[in-house]
């Protein structure tokens, strides 16, 4: 990984991470990448260990986050906030360079040779899972520590690491990972991410899973559906546990919140990330300003109440 030594000598975090992309992947035997996004994936298999007795899954509501309204939430965060910030190292000290930050950066950070044989060589679902945890949660985590300067021993750096917390809902031949923030004795467990290979989840399957809807009649307590059975996931992990959580395929990211009680939960849209590809060509998606990496950054930093009177969500659940 490489940096362009005389723009880093001043880069602020604001402008790391409106130009940050998710790097393209691929199977070291295929020539096609992985994050080319399909329709439509197979049919989540029926899982035993996810049948519950009639009326033991509350969450009966979906409702859709008024886009406008969370973009402009993300961008005050990132003008009044991240705009402050400058990339540091472990001793609070500007630098030019900051190995954790480790998401291509257009014109900032640049993948050498050894980075793109190694994301093109994703031959399995574990080093796709690492591919989430160090290189894009391990850069939004090492973001906002920057921005809120803790040092890297304190506990409350250790507070922003993601570790594996996909015990909390198993299944066999489960298509999805659970990461989340280990929090604080007092704020445990407060931030989740749900991730679904791109291969296992499409761009009509992830619509689908984010628009309005009801559940009635024991209809998460038996799922039927890929979209029953992941919203059954999401409410067996966050009830009596946390509010705040993200769902990815790794192209697309949705932002989510479960009310105090349980039952409704408010959602955006899905949005696009930016990808890099291994030619240097890049696909940037943007909505209204913002991109995905910057939301991502928000969302979690909201989560654990930066920005906001802690223990309050976004207005609409309470």
């Not at 940096?3 to 020539?31: G, N, V």
């Not at 679902?125 to 304190?154: C, D, F, W």
């Not at 979209?227 to 993200?246: E, M, N, P, S, Y």
Request: hydrophobic share 40%; aromatic share 12%.
């Amino acid at each position: 990984m490489s940096q362009d030594r005389e723009i880093s000598k001043s880069l602020s975090m604001r402008k790391y991470l409106s130009k940050a992309f998710l790097p393209a992947l691929k199977r070291s035997t295929s020539k096609h990448l992985l994050t080319n996004q399909i329709k439509r994936a197979a049919a989540w298999p029926q899982y035993a260990e996810m049948q519950k007795r009639p009326g033991m899954r509350i969450l009966n509501e979906i409702l859709r986050t008024d886009t406008v309204q969370f973009v402009t939430l993300v961008w005050n965060y990132l003008e009044n906030t991240v705009a402050k910030a400058y990339i540091l190292n472990e001793n609070m000290v500007i630098e030019e360079e900051s190995p954790h930050l480790r998401l291509p950066s257009k014109d900032v950070i640049l993948y050498d040779d050894d980075d793109i044989k190694f994301f093109s060589s994703i031959d399995n679902e574990e080093i796709l899972l690492k591919v989430m945890q160090n290189y894009i949660l391990g850069t939004v985590s090492e973001a906002l520590r920057i921005i809120n300067k803790h040092p890297s021993s304190s506990a409350a750096a250790a507070a922003l690491q993601f570790h594996d917390y996909s015990r909390l809902c198993r299944a066999h031949r489960a298509r999805w990972d659970i990461l989340a923030l280990p929090g604080t004795k007092t704020h445990p467990l407060p931030f989740f991410v749900f991730f679904i290979p791109p291969w296992e989840f499409g761009t009509e399957d992830f619509t689908e899973f984010t628009e309005v809807q009801r559940f009635q009649n024991g209809d998460l307590d038996a799922p039927t559906t890929t979209v029953q059975k992941l919203w059954a996931v999401i409410h067996d992990t966050c009830r009596h546990r946390g509010r705040f959580f993200v769902v990815s395929n790794y192209t697309r990211w949705a932002f989510g919140e479960i009310s105090p009680d349980d039952r409704k939960i408010l959602i955006t849209a899905p949005f696009e990330a930016p990808i890099l590809h291994f030619d240097g060509t890049y696909k940037a998606t943007q909505a209204l300003g913002c991109n995905a990496v910057e939301m991502l950054v928000f969302w979690m930093a909201w989560a654990l109440g930066h920005g906001r009177a802690t223990g309050t969500g976004t207005g609409t659940q309470e």
